[in-house]
């Protein structure tokens, strides 16, 4: 039986090198992909499946560069850092949950009681880490993640190949998105912070009016018993959230890279 002879050309799979490389960097970073349970081979499958279909665009094709080491490496290197950008401003956006989990660990007393958390390599505390482990549950129940690589892959028409991300741009979407990093935990974690608030201006006013009371043994246990009681309010606007954050991540790696091109 005579074999097969099949011929690829040269564009085509230095097309697929550096679509799949912007994919890798973007989705090591991402949500929910990011997360250290997602395996590494599943995330370079994945981005090798994202890549396939687009490394035939003949608009792809034509803006690869030529087949010489300086030109490809630059290019390589060029797709590392785009990719890597994308993700980490997706990162940025989603990370507004876990910090307005942070933000009632703080005013809770649960701060104390934080822990090594090995899938994101840092210190957490307990509801910093319900509501990352709920809002990256939320994202891929509600198809979340799927409105992120949509976005992802629209990039490929607006920045081409052999572009960079515009440096003005970067700064631009990086104080926009730390500001709405902060408001968006405010407003998530500003019920139950307010009524923390308000019982410890009660306890002060306590401690002035019987000083005999010891005041600081009392706030921990009751500051614990108000964060756990009222948590579950607090829960409730996740999912929204969560599905505002998913569109916010798509309109910003788009924005980034429409800038960039």
Request: neutral net charge; aromatic residues 6%.
């Amino acid at each position: 039986m005579q074999g097969l002879n099949t011929t690829v050309g040269l564009d085509l799979l230095l097309t697929l090198l550096l679509v799949s490389v912007r994919a890798v960097a973007f989705l090591v970073i991402a949500p929910p992909f990011a997360s250290r349970a997602v395996n590494g081979r599943v995330k370079a499958m994945l981005a090798l499946a994202l890549a396939l279909p687009l490394a035939g665009d003949p608009r792809l094709r034509a803006q690869v560069p030529a087949a010489e080491p300086a030109a490809l490496a630059t290019a390589v290197v060029q797709q590392v850092l785009v990719g890597a950008a994308l993700g980490f401003f997706c990162a940025l956006v989603f990370a507004a949950v876990q910090s307005a989990g942070d933000l009632i660990d703080l005013f809770g007393g649960f701060q104390l009681a934080s822990a090594y958390d090995p899938l994101s390599q840092n210190q957490t505390a307990i509801f910093g880490k319900l509501y990352n482990w709920t809002a990256t549950a939320l994202l891929v129940l509600s198809g979340g993640h799927l409105v992120v690589l949509k976005g992802f892959l629209r990039t490929y028409e607006v920045l081409p190949l052999d572009a960079g991300v515009s440096v003005r741009v970067l700064a631009d979407v990086l104080t926009t998105g730390l500001a709405e990093l902060m408001l968006s935990a405010l407003q998530i974690a500003a019920p139950l912070v307010a009524v923390l608030f308000v019982a410890d201006i009660g306890l002060g006013l306590l401690s002035r009016i019987a000083p005999a009371l010891n005041v600081f043994a009392m706030s921990f246990p009751l500051k614990i018993l108000i964060t756990l009681t009222l948590g579950g309010f607090a829960l409730s606007v996740l999912p929204r959230v969560v599905g505002d954050s998913a569109g916010t991540m798509a309109e910003t790696v788009v924005r980034l890279a429409g800038g960039g091109a």
